[in-house]
């Protein structure tokens, strides 16, 4: 039984990870469940960095150990790719998923739907219990609506129309099985699934 320390300890996060990669002989535990506490700087310039920093953290903390790390966040076009890796803390270092959705709106204020793409980008690092790295990478493409609609989810989710819906409706209104089947974490988690089943 491998041990795989996920660097987090996000609820949803974890119950997406442990359902997409469900080796048998994988057995996940957050850093509450292992004792670390782990919080390094972010500062890097991409969600691969960011996800390496994070994972190399935990590794450093837990040598025999295989760790996964990872980073996303939203990228607009019409804003030159912000919040990217600032998704979390668009509207301040503590600001609250609400501010940083009243601070987008504001900033594509007139900007036509057409010209409101955006997607939702995941970087996981992955290093085995020898230390070697696996990168993963998924998205889901999208638009930014005009109001927040829906009350599943979390982040820009009331806010974003992806493109796999027809933009019929925002992934907080949809189950959590539905968006987990489309998400851009669910898209890395399964790209590292399928490296792991062949290496």
């Not at 997406?16 to 002989?25: A, C, P, S, T, V």
């Not at 806010?159 to 992934?171: A, E, I, K, Q, W």
Request: aromatic fraction near 8%; charge should be negative.
């Amino acid at each position: 039984m491998q041990t795989v320390v996920i660097a987090s300890n996000n609820k949803h996060k974890v119950s997406e990870i442990r359902q997409i990669l469900n080796f048998d002989d994988w057995d996940f535990k957050t850093l509450a469940e292992m004792g670390i506490t782990s919080d390094p700087e972010e500062n890097a310039d991409s969600f691969e960095g960011n996800a390496r920093i994070k994972a190399q953290a935990v590794r450093s903390l837990c040598p025999e150990c295989a760790v996964l790390a990872d980073d996303s966040g939203l990228v607009v076009d019409a804003l030159g790719g912000r919040p990217g890796v600032y998704s979390s803390r668009f509207a301040g270092e503590d600001a609250t998923d609400a501010e940083n959705n009243q601070l987008l709106l504001a900033e594509l204020e007139g900007v036509s739907t057409e010209d409101r793409t955006a997607r939702f980008v995941c970087t996981i690092v992955f290093y085995d219990a020898t230390g070697a790295e696996f990168v993963a990478q998924g998205s889901v493409e999208g638009v930014i609506g005009t109001d927040e609609r829906g009350d599943g989810g979390f982040g820009y989710d009331p806010l974003f129309y992806p493109d796999v819906f027809d933009r019929t409706c925002t992934l907080a209104e949809v189950a959590p099985e539905d968006k987990n089947r489309v998400s851009h974490r669910g898209n890395a988690l399964r790209a590292l699934r399928e490296m792991m089943t062949i290496s």
